[in-house]
């Protein structure tokens, strides 16, 4: 599967974007999809997640209450909300894919990835 993310930008700390990750070339609603971050000189880390059928979601403590994941298969597309953004924020977001039914917090367990789209959120 194909995935395409986008909707970053510059934002100041407070204020609010929302990314999409289009996919391509499969069955969309047979992957669950998760977003991570990676800033300058850190590792990618786990933001959210949210099962096949949108039932499921996960976030990573730093971003819950702040950011929501949604997903609408008739449009093969997976949303991050991301509200009351910090500058600790800043970084470049990453959409993912994976069929298995591993940890959705692992990096290593996601079969496709989009290319990163740069969120930098000013104090």
């Known amino acids: 599967v194909q995935l395409q993310a986008f909707g970053g930008g510059l934002v100041q700390a407070g204020g609010s974007l929302r990314l999409s990750c289009a996919a391509s070339?499969?069955?969309?609603?047979?992957?669950?999809m998760g977003w991570f971050r990676q800033a300058p000189g850190k590792e990618r880390e786990f933001v959210a997640a949210i099962s096949r059928n949108g039932v499921s979601t996960t976030y990573a403590d730093s971003v819950k209450g702040r950011f929501t994941i949604s997903r609408d298969n008739a449009k093969n597309t997976v949303y991050l909300q991301m509200n009351s953004l910090k500058p600790e924020d800043t970084a470049a977001y990453y959409c993912?894919?994976?069929?298995?039914?591993?940890?959705?917090?692992?990096?290593?367990?996601?079969?496709?990835w989009g290319q990163g789209t740069q969120v930098t959120v000013s104090s």
């Open positions: 993912a894919a994976k069929r298995n039914p591993l940890s959705d917090s692992y990096r290593q367990n996601y079969d496709y």
């Open positions: 070339g499969r069955t969309f609603s047979n992957y669950d």
